[in-house]
């Protein structure tokens, strides 16, 4: 049974908006720091987004301000918020998570960081 499990990607015009969710089962969510990358065919996998378990978030400077990252405990639920998606954005998204104490959140975008990951949601941005 897959622990992490993305959904809510799609085709999208630019300009336009998703959500990904990520469900995670089988970990005590609340405990883990979780993050989101994104990887497009022959490039290296690209971390987009991270929130600890103490609610500090960290984005790439390519989503700053158009992107939001959040959790829900309560639902063991990682979301992400994408606005004015920019063809650019086109990738397969996945999200992670990492079981660690301490975690510097200035290393939250490495992949190197995490332990377990979901199978990916496709996110394609055109016109």
């Known amino acids: 049974q897959e622990k992490l499990v993305e ?3 799609g ?3 630019p300009g336009g908006s998703l959500t990904l969710s990520c469900t995670v089962s089988d ?3 609340s405990r883990y720091h979780m993050a ?3 990887q ?3 490039k290296e996998r690209e971390g987009v987004a991270a929130v600890t378990t103490e609610g ?3 984005y790439a400077d390519s989503v700053k301000g158009r992107f939001t990252i959040s959790r829900d405990n309560s639902k063991n639920t990682l979301y992400l918020e994408m606005n004015s998606l920019k063809p650019e954005d086109t990738a397969m998204y996945y999200c992670a998570a990492v079981w660690v104490t301490p975690f510097q959140i200035a290393n939250a975008l490495n992949q190197n960081e995490y332990s377990y990951w979901g199978q990916g949601t496709q996110v394609t941005v055109s016109s």
């Open 11 to 13: 085709s999208v015009q």
């Open 40 to 42: 497009v065919p022959g």
């Open 36 to 38: 989101w990358f994104r």
């Open 27 to 29: 970990l005590t969510f």
């Open 56 to 58: 500090a978030i960290i």
């Open 7 to 9: 959904s809510g990607g």
